[in-house]
């Protein structure tokens, strides 16, 4: 198995496009700490809107690493899974496309392990993206920015999260981002199973990750009721939820408190068993597979 798992991540770093992802989050998250170190201060009081108005706000202070991170957060997971589909869908369909399926299934190995050594080498895959990740929008941030505390902005106003009450949330925010990019993966390599050539599950995938999200964004009772609490996309947005904390009787903030815990802990389970049953489906599909290539 091991052996199995170093040969499909050789084929996958050995790909430019798995590169290309790296270089895109890259150019996308440095343009954003750019404008920011540029005018931050704009745009901070553009999103608290005319707090300052009713009290003192240090917009200086308020620009710092774990915001920018947390900026960048929202804009930039939205279309990593773009970038994990450009690469899952490849894994089975790549190698049919190119004739060595065939070659791959006679070997001594079962059909089982070669679809989880595929899947496992995906998630070497999307650690590593989410790894980049952290350390450009995180480290790089903080060593430019520094730290303070943490404003966030809900839909009953704002939150400040003093500044040693923050990291922490970061590390359950990406562990949590890395179970829902597992399952774009396994959605990825279910239809390269089923697939001949790379585009069609690539495509695919991001047509079904668009799809979900519009209609999981619906404010449609009939979906909001019978469609979205089946979708994977109602799930994925859950790494918010830690940065959410309880407040007591005088409003203050309950530091090292999560408001929504259960809700993560739902969307947890909910995750891991679309990723079980997606990758038992694969495996269940290529074991049944005629190999033709």
Not at 37 to 66: Q, S
Not at 100 to 121: C, G, H, N, Y
Not at 207 to 229: D, F, R
Request: contains cysteine; aromatic residues 14%.
């Amino acid at each position: 198995m091991w052996t199995l798992l170093q040969i499909e991540l050789f084929k996958i770093f050995k790909k430019p496009r798995t590169y290309l992802a790296f270089a895109i989050i890259a150019a996308f998250i440095f343009l954003i700490q750019i404008g920011l170190l540029a005018n931050g201060k704009d745009w901070m009081k553009f999103i608290l809107g005319g707090l300052d108005e009713t009290m003192d706000m240090e917009y200086g202070k308020l620009m710092n690493g774990y915001a920018v991170c947390f900026f960048v957060l929202n804009l930039l997971l939205v279309h990593v899974p773009i970038l994990v589909a450009l690469v899952a869908g490849d894994l089975v369909s790549g190698e049919a496309s190119m004739g060595t399926l065939r070659l791959l299934a006679a070997k001594p190995v079962s059909r089982s392990q070669i679809i989880l050594a595929k899947f496992f080498a995906s998630a070497v895959y999307v650690f590593a993206l989410l790894l980049w990740i952290a350390v450009i929008s995180l480290v790089i941030s903080i060593a430019v920015f520094g730290v303070n505390d943490l404003v966030v902005a809900k839909q009953t106003g704002v939150q400040l999260i003093e500044a040693d009450d923050v990291l922490w949330r970061y590390f359950y925010a990406f562990g949590f981002a890395f179970i829902a990019m597992m399952v774009v993966a396994a959605i990825a390599l279910l239809l390269s199973v089923l697939s001949e050539n790379s585009i069609g599950p690539i495509v695919a995938t991001v047509g079904i990750i668009i799809v979900c999200t519009l209609v999981s964004e619906m404010e449609i009772p009939i979906y909001q009721k019978y469609i979205k609490p089946y979708l994977f996309t109602t799930y994925m947005l859950g790494w918010k939820g830690f940065f959410y904390i309880n407040s007591n009787q005088d409003g203050e903030t309950i530091k090292g408190s999560i408001q929504y815990l259960p809700a993560i802990l739902k969307s947890v389970a909910a995750l891991l068993a679309y990723i079980i049953a997606l990758v038992s489906a694969s495996i269940f599909i290529f074991r049944k597979k005629d190999i033709l290539s």
